[in-house]
């Protein structure tokens, strides 16, 4: 029988502090098993009625609040979405530039306004500051060095939002799994979503359109453009205070598919060596690989955030292990050809950007899966291997963040 560490540390009051903050969820267990041996014992009572009254659900009012604050931040971001025509500004030059932030930016005012004590104003600081560069930058309609800036622009917005859902505890890998967790959640929610407003969409046009009237153009230009803006804000809302942040769809997803990515990706490497495909000559061949790379990427992350070490998950191990070992193989193949365009072709900000991203990915793998084979054979925790997943996010938020400010001056915005 596995020892209840929990059982071990009574008595030592900083050890089981230790314990509670190492891991909430497999204290919960030992605490449940340690109270049916000891029912009488005093300290563990104590725990048990703390740990009740953490998880106890939020009171109504402050379950209204948030709800007040939606409507409020809802409202806000529709406005914000059409101050182009507000200001006359050019469409397609507002939405590329300002619908990621705002999109994003008020899922960050919604949490500082939640969790108002626990703001961390270095956030707002960083939306300021973006907001800036977002007005300097000049048209990047005929320079590359723009285009990759504006494409980086929404992970530094992400990572500004992840300060402002961590609040102080940002360095923990705790919040940050958490926020890991949050993002796949809110996806997940944001696309189901955005599917009924599809269904509802249709049958409204339809409806209109029974007795000759014409809504499409205005429905699309005004309905669509606040559904579009605010569905990432519901499903927040949604995460926060209907699930109570404890929803793990993102995470059951991921373990369901990652077997079938694993099949996936090592048939499409075969068919690739059988076809003779090469992405060294065919660009949109290394688009593609760069984005599987990036889904496979996302998939192994959410199959680590779900482990549990309380079960025996010899199997999805082994998945995950192999899934982690054909990425690199992947990613080595689309580094070999970012090596060879850089030969042949020269350098230009999109193969910067592209090659940088792929680097820093591998590196992170190769930890991953070095840590993950320790952890296979019982060397390390599993906590191991979360603070080895969310140890390496600032170093992506700094090359988002170079990428965003530094890349149109290095190519003097060309």
Not at 160 to 173: R, V
Not at 268 to 290: C, H, Q
Request: charged residues 15%.
């Amino acid at each position: 029988m596995k020892t209840n560490p929990l059982i071990s540390a009574l008595g030592h009051p900083e050890a089981l502090e230790e314990l509670f903050h190492a891991d909430m969820k497999d204290f919960t267990l030992w605490l449940h098993e340690a109270l049916q041996i000891y029912p009488e014992s005093e300290t563990l009572k104590v725990w048990n009625a703390r740990l009740a009254y953490l998880q106890k659900p939020e009171p109504r009012e402050k379950q209204g609040r948030k709800t007040v604050i939606l409507v409020f931040v809802s409202f806000m971001a529709c406005v914000l979405v059409k101050m182009n025509a507000i200001l006359h500004l050019d469409t397609q030059w507002f939405m590329s530039r300002f619908f990621p932030l705002i999109v994003i930016g008020t899922m960050a005012v919604y949490f500082s306004l939640t969790e108002f004590r626990h703001r961390n104003r270095f956030s707002l600081y960083g939306f300021a500051g973006c907001l800036v560069l977002l007005l300097l930058l000049p048209d990047g309609k005929h320079s590359a060095s723009v285009t990759m800036a504006l494409i980086h622009m929404p992970l530094v917005f992400l990572s500004l939002l992840a300060l402002t859902f961590m609040g102080h505890g940002w360095m923990k890998p705790d919040s940050r799994i958490l926020f890991i967790r949050y993002l796949g959640e809110v996806l997940i929610y944001t696309a189901i979503i955005l599917l009924g407003g599809m269904i509802l969409t249709g049958i409204t046009i339809g409806l209109f359109s029974l007795i000759k009237v014409n809504i499409g153009n205005w429905y699309s230009e005004y309905i669509v453009v606040f559904g579009l803006t605010t569905a990432p804000l519901v499903a927040t809302y949604l995460f926060d205070v209907s699930t109570e942040r404890k929803s793990r769809i993102a995470v059951i997803i991921a373990h369901i598919f990652s077997p079938l990515f694993l099949v996936t990706v090592i048939v499409y490497l075969v068919v690739i060596i059988a076809k003779g495909r090469s992405p060294y000559s065919d660009r949109e061949f290394l688009i593609t690989i760069n984005g599987l790379l990036l889904l496979v990427l996302a998939i192994t992350v959410y199959s680590i955030c779900g482990k549990d070490d309380t079960k025996n998950q010899r199997l999805q191990d082994v998945i995950s292990i192999g899934l982690v070992s054909t990425t690199l193989v992947i990613n080595l193949l689309a580094l070999s050809a970012m090596v060879f365009r850089w030969a042949e072709y020269g350098v230009t900000p999109n193969r910067v950007a592209v090659t940088g991203t792929n680097i820093l990915i591998f590196i992170h793998l190769v930890l991953i899966l070095k840590t993950y084979a320790a952890h296979a054979v019982k060397r390390c925790p599993v906590q191991a291997l979360l603070v080895t997943v969310s140890g390496f996010l600032p170093i992506y938020t700094a090359w988002s963040v170079l990428m965003a400010a530094a890349l149109p001056l290095v190519f003097n915005f060309k």
